[in-house]
């Protein structure tokens, strides 16, 4: 089973398809993403989730695929991406054991509504970030990344 949230975003350019698919590779490289396929029109993308980030480190995706769609004038690319959310969901569960086994009740909501706001701020910061790579790949410029 997978503990997985998914979530997508697409924007249309007029690049050319190897442009992009030669963007997309060489941002995700620059990303330290690893990438696990690459075909004519999907690319499909990794990180380690246990991986250690510091707090100063950029937040990064777990994971996903870079989709293109031709059309007559344009090119559509879609990000589906997810969040892995097994080690949070870990952690709360842990807590809560921790808590109800002690008898201490009055954190519990506390914890919850902490939790809540921070995965709400993290799903926020996600989207973000999965908007900034689409906007830098499609920016068609090789060199400044």
Avoid at 36 to 54: C, G, H, M, Q, Y
Avoid at 106 to 126: D, K, R, S, Y
């Amino acid at each position: 089973m997978k503990f997985r949230l998914n979530y997508h975003v697409s924007e249309k350019t007029i690049l050319e398809p190897g442009v992009i698919l030669q963007n997309i590779q060489l941002h995700l490289n620059y990303k330290k993403y690893d990438i696990i396929s690459a075909a004519d029109n999907i690319v499909k993308f990794k990180t380690n989730p246990w991986e250690l980030r510091w707090r100063h480190s950029p937040t990064k995706l777990d994971g996903g695929e870079f989709e293109l769609n031709t059309s007559n004038d344009c090119t559509t690319i879609t990000l589906n991406y997810y969040d892995n959310i097994l080690l949070t969901l870990l952690l709360v569960v842990g807590m809560m054991i921790s808590l109800i086994s002690e008898g201490d009740y009055e954190p519990i909501p506390f914890f919850i509504a902490f939790f809540l706001i921070t995965g709400l701020i993290h799903i926020i910061t996600l989207k973000s970030k999965a908007r900034e790579l689409l906007k830098n790949i499609l920016k068609d410029m090789n060199h400044d990344i």
